[in-house]
């Protein structure tokens, strides 16, 4: 049972256009959505994260849009850079002790 | 300095032995966790730890057990390893219940 959805499975972009990295879930309990950043080798990293009240968090060149009603959200990358390819992760948590993750999406930035 | 220590960062394993992966947070959280990933199954919950007490457990095999001697500390014991248990454990930590993980940068396990 995949609880989060994320597409598409891997994106290229040209440097200094916008990645869009979609996500959706299911279950309507869920009221945190975090994104993580991952390198090769490395752990994840919390890169930006949105809760339910909120339809829109920006953060520098990170921007998270959510649609409560559709249970989806997305986040965009603007002017993407050769430094954010990476492995990005959709996650949702109903508070508590639990996250999940989505199945991520990997992100090339060609110069 | 890393603030959550994962040893050892690589380790090789025969099938039906047993092995202890060890994990120590220095971020002053109460909680703790263990994910696993693969190719098959990205990112995959195993357990959780608040005070040192299990507070929820996705892990369907009991051949993974976490232990926790210390708040800072959640090891995974894994017992008669199977080829299908190689990936990568992370282990992470939380403020109590606030969502935000931290992740150590994980141990690749290999089972052969």
């Known amino acids: 049972q995949q609880q989060v959805r994320q597409s598409p499975q891997s994106l290229t972009v040209w440097e200094g256009e916008t990645a869009i990295l979609n996500c959706s879930y299911e279950n309507s309990a869920f009221d945190y959505f975090p994104w993580y950043q991952q390198f090769p080798g490395e752990g994840p990293a919390l890169l930006i994260s949105?809760?339910?009240?909120?339809d829109k968090k920006e953060d520098g060149r990170f921007t998270i849009f959510f649609n409560k009603r559709e249970k989806k959200l997305s986040l965009h990358i603007a002017d993407s850079q050769p430094g954010d390819s990476a492995t990005y992760f959709c996650a949702a948590s109903p508070g508590g002790y639990k996250v999940v993750f989505g199945s991520g999406t990997r992100l090339l930035v060609s110069p | 300095d890393p603030k959550i220590i994962q040893k050892p960062k690589y380790l090789v394993a025969v099938t039906g032995s047993e092995k202890i992966l060890i994990c120590e947070q220095y971020?002053?959280?109460?909680?703790m966790y263990w994910y696993r990933q693969s190719a098959k199954k990205p990112l995959e919950f195993m357990f959780s730890?608040?005070?040192?007490?299990?507070?929820d457990n996705q892990t369907a095999s009991s051949r993974f057990q976490p232990q926790s001697s210390k708040k800072n500390h959640l090891d995974l014991q894994i017992t008669a390893l199977k080829p299908d248990d190689s990936a990568t454990y992370f282990c992470a930590s939380s403020q109590e219940g606030l969502g935000t993980l931290y992740f150590g940068a994980g141990t690749r396990l290999s089972v052969l």
């Open positions: 949105i809760l339910s009240v909120s």
């Open positions: 730890y608040s005070y040192q007490k299990l507070m």
């Open positions: 971020l002053g959280h109460n909680a």
